[in-house]
């Protein structure tokens, strides 16, 4: 995809991603946006995302997102979904359906396009660094823009941990990084560091959490009483499943915060036997092979029993694969 060739006579650009925005959602549209400011002097172009969290505020004109989503401009020339379908836009959404020309770039694997234009690749580590490869005219990238693109990779492969980091990530890593940055200060910054209320809600979800299934699944659960005591927002919770997951033995961890009275929000960790992505998508969310989430009604316990039904279902499925000594070639082939 040529995104000038793409955007070519709009005068109206706007730029949305997917609610509770996380880093590579943030670095996306920021470095899409830094970008094009650049390229297309002249066109007007609005970015729209939920509030980020204070992390991300070291992200140049970050100042610029709409969150009230209010706008003279009805309708756009082309709008763009970043890592999201449309379903996850919020209130975004009605922007993404009026626009003239859509244009989808993720690479969630659970995404099969909702733009006119889709650009979707699932083995990218993240879409910062989809974006960072659509960036064809290199002279125009500055310090500001790689800092932002940088951010996006950093989350989404958990510092070059994540399975899903390729030397091509590592080489966009090394480019961006040569522009001239505080790296280890940004990765320390946005991913490492955490507030005291943060760490005090890792430590009670650690100490609640408990294991199943012989061991291979890891659960844990804040609900809404708790997220309040604690004055805590959605990002507060940011890594609790990944130190479940890191559970010697665990195949799978699940960790739930409470939205409402019977409804959650799941998040899925896989170390690779378990396809988590195949777990969402079958109660309606989606993700990753091994990073996956979903929204589920019910209560705490009708909830891990219903997840726990179809990760047994991959876990028999692999296990069948998994004879010491026999052939690797599933039987079905
Ligand atoms: P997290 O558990 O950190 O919220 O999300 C893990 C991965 O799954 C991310 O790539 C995220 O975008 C995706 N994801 C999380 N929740 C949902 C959901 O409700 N629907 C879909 N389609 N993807 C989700
Ligand atoms: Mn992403």
Redesign the pocket.
Known sequence: MDILKEINGASTIGIGG?I?P?GD?IGSVMGLYLYLSKVCPGVEIQIFLEKPADIFSCISRIGQIRTDFHTEVEQFDVFFAL???K??MGKAESYFDQAKKRINIDH?I??SGCGDVNYLMPEASSTSELIYDLMKDRSQIDVEIAKALYIGIIH?TGVFQYSNTSPSTLKAAAELISYGFDFPKLIDETFYEKTYVQNQILGRALLESFLFMNGKCAVSMVDKKTMSFYEAQPHDL?GI?NQLRKTKGVECAI?LYQLDTLEY?????SNGKVNVEKV?SFF?????ER?????MQGTFHDIVNNLSAQIAVQLRETSRWDVPGGSHVPRNY
């Open positions: 997917h509770r996380d959602c890592d999201t379908t379903e996850r969630h659970s995404n989404d940011d499943v960790f929000k799941v998040s899925l960790r969402a309606g969310g989606g993700g990753h990073a996956a989430g979903v929204t």
